[in-house]
């Protein structure tokens, strides 16, 4: 029998602490979603059957034993590839990893399960974390639930498909330049990217240290903030973790922001974007202000630089995290002839094991490193990149949240940026917040129709660096305004359908 209909996470979290539903059918909801679906998503790498049901029937004996239940007991979780998992495999979507197992879980997945979550899966993903369509997974691409013809997203692409087909109630992604707000708007739901150092990287395979975060996808903005609370605080085992307890965002969220002030930088609406995408953030700033909220306008001249700032910085780091995989102490080897030597081991085994799109990073990373160019691009990037923080910690200063586009467009079609300088242009309104450090959430904001079917659209809202009560409740404030324009359109399928 199917599972009633629940409003988000939340809502299904309470009725399975009172009993009302079994974590055991929201399991079984889960693969039942996944044994329809997935064959033409392919939001997964591997599932968990057995031993998710399992999890799910010793929530619903403590339960019946009269046990306190934790927050997220018996929902279900996807998890993206790129988090170590003690449990399956963790391969990042890349030959490279393809048949690795991870000694021990990720300190993110640690506390979810310990928090009750149930995991459903590994997700697919660009590989390593590099892309934004969710085309670049060895094992084939991921498609969009709204539109298979269409991409879902990347590089969290498996964690947005999972959510927005109702295979999970809740997925974790990582977010390095918009790896889990730009799925989530493609794929109509809420992607939270937390301040850098918010929660631990442990177990989150490096991309770009100084900008990678592990971070929530949910049907909800209140569902977010509880996965954020059960996921955030100090782990000693990152050291880049801030010294700041566990938050409680859950418990606030749904108090709205007394004289909100929402500024919309100029630089966002611009003529390139998609017309709904900008009537998506007019329509919000409406909403804000007829909710009591001033909406100023913001000027951030810098917000072009970010991509060619970020595409310096993200393949730097990730030329040096990569290094590591070399064919000598885990994942894939290259097979030598007799006589070959150490050279051709390393060139074969990485020639072999990575991708096309992770192999134009390495090069890009190697050479901006090298001597004499390191000046030239890496250095000036980290100046820039100093430029933007303050930039947006002056905007920061009148306002309390900045609003605007999750991405210029709606979810495109497969191989519509086949070209790699088209693909990276779609993250240019999400690349900042990773620069600087500091917080966002894209939320569904309303569709476009292209060929008959919707297309959800996503908005994004920034706070500054630790502000992440500020941001989760001016979304919420938003995302209960525009629920009427995000009801689930005839037809369509939308997150927990
Ligand atoms: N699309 C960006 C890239 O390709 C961001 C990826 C991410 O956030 N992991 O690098």
Redesign the pocket.
């Given at each position: 029998m199917a599972l009633p209909a629940h409003e988000d996470m939340t809502a299904l979290r309470d009725a399975v602490a009172s009993g009302a539903v079994s974590a055991e059918a929201v399991c079984a909801e889960a693969f039942r979603a996944v044994r329809a679906r997935d064959g033409a998503i392919h939001a997964f790498h591997e599932t968990f059957e057995e031993r998710a049901m399992e999890r799910a029937r010793a929530v619903d004996r403590d339960r019946a034993a009269g046990r306190p239940l934790p927050p997220l007991a018996g929902m279900t979780v996807a998890v993206k590839d790129n988090l170590a998992t003690s449990f399956g495999h963790t391969t990042c979507s890349s030959r490279m990893l393809g048949t690795y197992r991870s000694p021990f879980d990720a300190t993110a997945v640690e506390r979810l399960e310990r928090a009750g979550a149930v995991v459903v899966g590994k997700t697919n993903m660009?590989e390593f974390?590099?892309?934004?369509s969710g085309e670049h997974c060895r094992w084939g691409p991921v498609a969009n639930p709204w539109d298979t013809s269409r991409v879902p997203g990347?590089?969290s692409a498996g964690s947005a498909a999972a959510l927005a087909a109702g295979m999970c109630q809740a997925s974790i992604g990582?977010?390095?330049?918009?790896?889990?707000r730009?799925p989530a708007a493609f794929c109509g739901v809420v992607g939270l990217k937390p301040t850098y150092g918010r929660i631990s990287r442990w177990g989150l395979v490096a991309?770009g240290s100084s900008l990678?975060q592990v971070g929530p996808m949910a049907r909800s903005v209140r569902d977010a903030a509880l996965l954020h609370d059960a996921m955030s605080g100090v782990d000693p085992r990152d050291s880049t973790v801030a010294d700041r307890p566990p938050t409680q965002l859950a418990a606030s969220v749904e108090r709205p922001i007394e004289g909100l002030r929402v500024g919309v930088p100029r630089q966002y609406l611009s003529d390139a974007n998609d017309p709904e995408v900008n009537a998506a953030v007019a329509a919000a700033e409406d909403a804000f202000r007829a909710m009591g909220a001033t909406v100023l306008p913001v000027d951030l001249p810098l917000t072009d630089v970010g991509i060619s700032t970020?595409y310096v910085i993200?393949p730097a780091e990730a030329s040096s995290n990569l290094a590591r995989y070399d064919g000598i102490r885990y994942g894939h080897r290259a097979t030598l002839a007799p006589g070959e030597d150490l050279a051709t081991l390393y060139a074969r085994t990485r020639a072999e094991g990575f991708g096309p799109e992770v192999q134009r990073r390495i090069m890009l990373g190697t050479y901006m490193l090298s001597s004499g160019y390191y000046d030239a691009y890496y250095k000036r990037a980290l100046q820039v990149r100093r430029l933007i923080k303050e930039e947006l910690d002056r905007a920061f200063a009148s306002c309390d949240v900045l609003l605007g586009p999750t991405t210029p467009t709606p979810a495109f079609r497969f191989g519509a940026n086949a070209d790699p300088l088209a693909?990276?242009l779609?993250?240019v309104y999400?690349?900042n917040t990773?620069i600087a450090g500091i917080c966002g959430v894209s939320l569904p904001a309303g569709y476009a129709v292209r060929d008959g079917r919707h297309l959800p659209i996503g908005v994004q809202l920034q706070a500054n660096a630790f502000e992440e009560d500020r941001l989760v409740r001016a979304a919420r404030m938003l995302e209960r305004a525009l629920a009427p324009r995000t009801a689930r359109p005839e037809g369509a399928v939308t997150a927990g359908a």
């Amino acid at each position: 029998m199917a599972l009633p209909a629940h409003e988000d996470m939340t809502a299904l979290r309470d009725a399975v602490a009172s009993g009302a539903v079994s974590a055991e059918a929201v399991c079984a909801e889960a693969f039942r979603a996944v044994r329809a679906r997935d064959g033409a998503i392919h939001a997964f790498h591997e599932t968990f059957e057995e031993r998710a049901m399992e999890r799910a029937r010793a929530v619903d004996r403590d339960r019946a034993a009269g046990r306190p239940l934790p927050p997220l007991a018996g929902m279900t979780v996807a998890v993206k590839d790129n988090l170590a998992t003690s449990f399956g495999h963790t391969t990042c979507s890349s030959r490279m990893l393809g048949t690795y197992r991870s000694p021990f879980d990720a300190t993110a997945v640690e506390r979810l399960e310990r928090a009750g979550a149930v995991v459903v899966g590994k997700t697919n993903m660009d590989e390593f974390a590099m892309g934004s369509s969710g085309e670049h997974c060895r094992w084939g691409p991921v498609a969009n639930p709204w539109d298979t013809s269409r991409v879902p997203g990347g590089s969290s692409a498996g964690s947005a498909a999972a959510l927005a087909a109702g295979m999970c109630q809740a997925s974790i992604g990582s977010d390095t330049g918009g790896s889990i707000r730009q799925p989530a708007a493609f794929c109509g739901v809420v992607g939270l990217k937390p301040t850098y150092g918010r929660i631990s990287r442990w177990g989150l395979v490096a991309f770009g240290s100084s900008l990678d975060q592990v971070g929530p996808m949910a049907r909800s903005v209140r569902d977010a903030a509880l996965l954020h609370d059960a996921m955030s605080g100090v782990d000693p085992r990152d050291s880049t973790v801030a010294d700041r307890p566990p938050t409680q965002l859950a418990a606030s969220v749904e108090r709205p922001i007394e004289g909100l002030r929402v500024g919309v930088p100029r630089q966002y609406l611009s003529d390139a974007n998609d017309p709904e995408v900008n009537a998506a953030v007019a329509a919000a700033e409406d909403a804000f202000r007829a909710m009591g909220a001033t909406v100023l306008p913001v000027d951030l001249p810098l917000t072009d630089v970010g991509i060619s700032t970020y595409y310096v910085i993200a393949p730097a780091e990730a030329s040096s995290n990569l290094a590591r995989y070399d064919g000598i102490r885990y994942g894939h080897r290259a097979t030598l002839a007799p006589g070959e030597d150490l050279a051709t081991l390393y060139a074969r085994t990485r020639a072999e094991g990575f991708g096309p799109e992770v192999q134009r990073r390495i090069m890009l990373g190697t050479y901006m490193l090298s001597s004499g160019y390191y000046d030239a691009y890496y250095k000036r990037a980290l100046q820039v990149r100093r430029l933007i923080k303050e930039e947006l910690d002056r905007a920061f200063a009148s306002c309390d949240v900045l609003l605007g586009p999750t991405t210029p467009t709606p979810a495109f079609r497969f191989g519509a940026n086949a070209d790699p300088l088209a693909m990276y242009l779609c993250d240019v309104y999400t690349v900042n917040t990773n620069i600087a450090g500091i917080c966002g959430v894209s939320l569904p904001a309303g569709y476009a129709v292209r060929d008959g079917r919707h297309l959800p659209i996503g908005v994004q809202l920034q706070a500054n660096a630790f502000e992440e009560d500020r941001l989760v409740r001016a979304a919420r404030m938003l995302e209960r305004a525009l629920a009427p324009r995000t009801a689930r359109p005839e037809g369509a399928v939308t997150a927990g359908a």
